[in-house]
């Protein structure tokens, strides 16, 4: 059974940096794409970053590029998103997905999902 599990959110102030990971289970995800979404109340589902596994190629939203930053840990089968400069926009709930193949972008591509994690950012 996979199972992909969020942790490292909370509350901070503008400015400040969080590091969220992702334990990945039950299956190898050499070939994958991880990717990470965010879901700020009243809002959809966006693309934040993705990173594929065999070959660490990286993808960012522009909001987010120069400030976040994808990596994932083969030994651990985590997959990390370091936070930094964040701002009162980034408040949402943060997803972990994978998907086999295809669009990084697209959220309804990817077929296992974490339970999120909230980051609030304050002023």
């Known amino acids: 059974q996979v199972q992909l599990v969020e942790s490292g959110g909370g509350l901070v102030q503008a400015g400040d940096s969080l590091r969220l990971s992702c334990a990945a289970s039950?299956?190898?995800?050499?070939?994958?794409?991880m990717g990470w979404f965010r879901q700020a109340q009243g809002k959809e589902r966006e693309f934040v970053a993705a990173i594929t596994w065999t070959y660490e190629n990286t993808y960012y939203a522009d909001f987010v590029k120069g400030r976040f930053t994808i990596s994932r840990d083969n030994a651990k089968n985590t997959v990390n998103l370091q936070m930094n400069s964040l701002k009162l926009e980034d408040t949402a709930v943060y997803y972990c997905?994978?998907?086999?193949?295809?669009?990084?972008?697209?959220?309804?591509?990817?077929?296992?999902w974490g339970q999120g994690t909230q980051v609030t950012v304050s002023s």
């Open positions: 039950g299956r190898t995800f050499r070939g994958s794409i």
């Open positions: 997905a994978s998907r086999p193949g295809g669009s990084v972008y697209a959220y309804n591509g990817y077929n296992y």
